[in-house]
Structure formats: C-alpha cells, structure tokens
Nanobody, 128 residues
Framework: QVRLAESGGGLVQPGGSLRLSCAAS????????IGWFRQAPGKEREGVSCFTSEHGVTYYADSVKGRFTISNDTAKDTVYLQMNSLMPEDTATYYC?????????????????????WGQGTQVTVSS
C-alpha cells in the first residue's frame, strides 16, 4: 500500500515562496508517477505538476510554469514542489498523488482519476 504525506503548506504573502514535500512509502515498483494537484473552494481539482520516475520527466500546468519546480529526492523518498512568485490565485489545498505504472502516459498527467493513491493535503494561502 502506497502512503503519501504532504507537508510545508502555510500562509505566505504575494511574491513569496513555499516548498511542499510529499513523503512516499510502500512503492513496489521503480516505475511510478507522483503528481501535485490543488483544489480551491468551489473549484475542481487541477493538476499542478508531475514527476515520473522513468527518465525523470516532469510536467507543469501552464499557470505555474516558470514559477514552480518539482523535484525528487530518491534517498528520502520525497518529492518536492518549490513554489516561487506565489500569487493569491495559488491559494488552495495541495495534494500529492501517486500511480505505479510502467510507461506512464504523460498526456494524462493532469487528470486526478489517473492516480490511485492520495495524501491528506496541505493548505497554501497567499494573502497580504
């Protein structure tokens, strides 16, 4: 059973930075994808970024390109989401999700229902 635990959320002013962590355990395969999603009140859950273990390919939503960076520390079994130049519209609950699959189809990385395992979420609030 894959388990995910997010941390690192909080309150930050516009223009500030936060680093989210997703600690993963229980993978039985070296082939997996870990995605970051977010959901604001009254809105659908949306894909933010994704890391795939095969070749370390990453994906980003257009709204965060150039501001957010996803990275993986295999020694710590942790995926990070570095968020810079934060804006009020980035305010949401952020979730990490995982899927064990060979040859992950990157065309669908942003679809929440593609993922089998989810963390509990961490709140990010961007406000002055």
């Amino acid at each position: 059973q894959v388990r995910l635990a997010e941390s690192g959320g909080g309150l930050v002013q516009p223009g500030g930075s936060l680093r989210l962590s997703c600690a993963a355990s229980g993978f039985t395969s070296d082939c997996y994808a870990i995605g970051w999603f977010r959901q604001a009140p009254g809105k659908e859950r949306e894909g933010v970024s994704c890391f795939t273990s095969e070749h370390g390919v990453t994906y980003y939503a257009d709204s965060v390109k150039g501001r957010f960076t996803i990275s993986n520390d295999t020694a710590k079994d942790t995926v990070y989401l570095q968020m810079n130049s934060l804006m009020p519209e980035d305010t949401a609950t952020y979730y990490c999700a995982a899927l064990e699959v060979p040859l992950f189809n990157g065309d669908v990385w942003y679809r929440p229902y593609e993922y089998d395992y989810w963390g509990q979420g961490t709140q990010v609030t961007v406000s002055s």
